[in-house]
């Protein structure tokens, strides 16, 4: 089992950044794939980066490449979305998510969500 608390979202100014956090509990975060996934209001969540197990693999959405960076610390058992050059069609509510296995684009494959994180930003 798996608890997920992301935090770190807000208002922000277009090229700005901010860093979000997922706080995680339970004995096997270590050992598990994790994923930021997004949904703005209107629309499907969607993929945004997944990092594995180790932190030594990450995959990123073509429209977030090159602006946001994920990393994992599995001693403090939290995973953070550093993201830069942020830009208005990046407002959504982010989620983390969890999986057991390699890192995923895919949805469905993730057991665990948190309950998501508001990023604003204005143009």
């Known amino acids: 089992q798996v608890q997920l608390v992301e935090s770190g979202g807000g208002l922000v100014q277009a090229g700005g950044s901010l860093r979000l956090s997922c706080a995680a509990s339970?004995?096997?975060?270590?050992?598990?794939?994790m994923g930021w996934f997004r949904q703005a209001s209107g629309n499907e969540r969607e993929f945004v980066a997944t990092?594995?197990?180790?932190?030594?693999?990450?995959y990123y959405s073509d429209s977030v490449k090159g602006r946001f960076t994920v990393s994992r610390d599995n001693l403090k058992n939290t995973v953070y979305l550093q993201m830069n050059g942020l830009r208005p069609e990046d407002t959504a509510v982010y989620y983390c998510?969890?999986?057991?296995?390699?890192?995923?684009?895919?949805?469905?494959?993730?057991?665990?969500w948190g309950q998501g994180t508001q990023v604003t930003v204005s143009s």
């Open positions: 339970g004995r096997t975060f270590s050992s598990s794939a």
């Open positions: 990092i594995s197990w180790s932190g030594g693999l990450t």
């Open positions: 998510a969890a999986k057991t296995g390699i890192p995923s684009v895919m949805e469905h494959s993730y057991n665990y």
